[in-house]
């Protein structure tokens, strides 16, 4: 199988984070090494990380991602948007990706997947996430 670059592995990051969601919300068992098992045969570091770092940081990744939404809730958004929107911030805040990168990736994922309001609020947050990073580390 040849290698896949990182934007096609935030894809499956999306489709893995997708269908956990959909198993929480129908309070269905499920096993997040055998869900990635079965989107990713191949084993894959960047995968399980951000996988398993989305999900451990769950809780605080959500609450700035509302504390950044207008009027609206992260649990208000598609499966595949609130996926989008939590790898994009779990890379912000957890990972060496550049932010750039980080930010990019997120949104080209929300052109393909996300209607354009959306896009543009997934957007928006992980701008302001972004600032409030910066805004950190230079106080």
């Keep these: ?15 893995i984070l ?10 269905m068992e499920y096993n997040v090494e055998e869900v990635i098992k079965e989107v990713m ?4 570091e960047f995968v ?13 990744i959500d609450e700035l991602a509302n504390k950044y939404m207008k009027d609206w809730t992260i649990d208000r958004l598609g499966n595949t948007d609130q996926a989008i929107l939590r790898i994009g911030i779990y890379e912000l805040l957890y ?7 980080s930010i990019n990736e ?3 994922l929300a052109k393909s997947y996300s209607d354009d309001d959306v896009r543009k609020m ?3 947050v ?9 805004g950190e580390l230079y106080e």
């Design 18 to 27: 997708y269908q956990i969601n959909v198993y929480k919300k129908s309070k």
């Design 106 to 108: 997120a949104v080209e």
């Design 122 to 124: 997934i957007n928006s």
């Design 126 to 134: 992980l701008d302001k996430v972004y600032h409030e990073k910066i």
């Design 41 to 44: 045969p191949i084993e894959n």
């Design 95 to 101: 990972t060496n990706t550049p932010e750039i990168v």
């Design 1 to 15: 199988m040849e290698q896949l670059n990182r934007t096609e592995l935030r894809k499956k990051i999306m489709t």
């Design 48 to 60: 399980k990380e951000i996988v398993f770092g989305v999900l451990t940081y769950q809780n605080d």
